[in-house]
C-alpha cells in the first residue's frame, strides 16, 4: 500500500470502520514497531484531529515516550503515575472524561481535557500503551474503547 489514507466524515464508527482497514494494510509486512507506531500515531490524528496522540513503551519499571504526534510530551512515566501509568498497572483501558478530576493525572500539557489510554500486548505481556488526548471534554467513549484495542492489536 503506499503511505497514503482516504480520510472518511460520518460519525466515529465509520471513520474507525474506514480507517483499520488501511492501518492494517499500511503496517503489513512491516517487522519494525516503532516505524509502525509512527504510522499509526500520524494516521489517527489525521482522521480525527486528536490534540496528541502517541505511545508509551515499557522500559523497566517506566514507560518511555516513543513515536507520537502533537506537542511535546512528557518523556518518562513511572508505573501506575498518571492515566498512562495507571492503565499499565492495571493492565485495562482507561477513559477519563476530565483529567482534572483524575487523581495523580500527569499535565503534559493543560490544553489536554479528556484521555483514553489503552494497554498494547504482545505475547501476554504490556510492552506499551496507546495514549490519546483531546483538548474537550468527555471526548471518549465505549466506540474508541473498541476500535481503539483493535487498532492496538495491529502492532
Known amino acids: 500500500m503506499a503511505e497514503t489514507l482516504q480520510l472518511t466524515s460520518g460519525d466515529k464508527a ?12 499500511l503496517v503489513a509486512g512491516e517487522p519494525d514497531l516503532i516505524a ?26 517506566e514507560l518511555v515516550l516513543g513515536p507520537f504526534q502533537g506537542p511535546v510530551a512528557c518523556t518518562r512515566i513511572a508505573r501506575g503515575k ?15 472524561p476530565d483529567v482534572d478530576a483524575f487523581p495523580g493525572h500527569i499535565a503534559c500539557s493543560s490544553l489536554s481535557r479528556s484521555e483514553i489510554v489503552v494497554p498494547i500486548y504482545k505475547q501476554g505481556e504490556i ?21 481503539l484495542t483493535q487498532l492496538s492489536r495491529l502492532l
Open 82 to 96: 498518571g492515566v498512562c501509568g495507571t492503565a499499565w498497572m492495571r493492565g485495562k483501558t482507561l477513559v477519563v
Open 127 to 147: 510492552i506499551a500503551v496507546l495514549d490519546v488526548d483531546s483538548d474537550q471534554p468527555d471526548h471518549f467513549d465505549e466506540t474508541d474503547v473498541t476500535y
Open 36 to 61: 509502525n507506531m509512527a504510522n499509526l500515531a500520524a494516521a489517527l490524528r489525521m482522521q480525527f484531529n486528536f490534540f496528541w496522540v502517541g505511545f508509551y513503551l515499557v522500559q523497566g519499571n
Open 14 to 25: 465509520t471513520q474507525y470502520e474506514a480507517l483499520l482497514p488501511q492501518l492494517s494494510a
